[in-house]
């Protein structure tokens, strides 16, 4: 069966925050720049925790990262939540990891914007995290 039309318009939402904002680094095929900006594409970190993956997006992440075997060292990628330079609320959050999961073959579930809310809510008002504080998250 189709997804519902409300999912169908999340969905579209995100791709256009993501070409709007995320395409310039991570590229349309979701297969970033090596050795500088990650893939999204067949990602671990896409396709695995969100309680990981939220973080990343309202927070940012500076120093290298591990993505399908190979390290990528962009200087930081910016945080989006409210109060950044991107000031995203939680909804748009969602709606961009909703759709990095579930393209170019991911398989994520959706996010959503209670998700991002939580996450907001445990790590308040902190910097970037780094590659080891995300693997301290369960």
């Avoid at 189709?2 to 999912?7: K, M, R, V, W």
């Avoid at 991911?106 to 910097?127: A, H, L």
């Amino acid at each position: 069966s189709a997804p519902p039309a409300d999912a169908v318009a999340v969905i579209n939402q995100g791709r256009q925050f993501f070409s709007e904002a995320c395409a310039a680094c991570h590229q349309t095929t979701g297969e970033g720049v090596a050795p500088i900006y990650p893939p999204l594409a067949g990602s671990d970190w896409v396709n695995g925790s969100t309680n990981r993956l939220i973080p990343v997006v309202l927070y940012g992440l500076k120093g290298p990262v591990s993505v399908r075997g190979s390290v990528y060292s962009a200087v930081a990628m910016p945080a989006f939540r409210k109060g950044s330079a991107f000031d995203w609320t939680d909804e748009k959050v969602a709606a961009v990891l909703s759709y990095i999961r579930q393209e170019w073959g991911n398989r994520g579930g959706s996010v959503g914007p209670d998700e991002v809310r939580r996450v907001r809510g445990k790590f308040g008002e902190r910097g970037e995290f780094t590659e080891a504080d995300l693997l301290e998250i369960k």
